[in-house]
């Protein structure tokens, strides 16, 4: 199961949300939510690799970087 599905699963939102439904909303919620909850972890799956990679880059950048001088560069983002 990927950490997107255990954290949805482990939150208990959709169960709450279900909660206060009737028998025939409840297996029409539950069709949309197992269709948009494919599409969301797919996107989780595709998406996790590239935020690990970043993540691994930063740390290795930022161990690297501690003490030598000339790394406080600021932002050019002045709009």
Not at 58 to 78: F, L, Y
Request: no cysteine; charged share 35%.
């Amino acid at each position: 199961m990927s950490e997107f599905l255990k954290a949805m699963k482990d939150s208990g939102i959709i169960q709450r949300l279900r909660a206060g439904l009737s028998e025939l909303e409840k297996i029409q919620f539950d069709k949309a939510v197992e269709k948009t909850m494919k599409e969301y972890n797919s996107m989780w799956l595709e998406t996790q690799p590239m935020i690990s990679e970043y993540q691994t880059k930063v740390k290795e950048h930022a161990n690297k970087s501690e003490g030598e001088p000339g790394h406080d560069i600021e932002s050019d983002d002045r709009e």
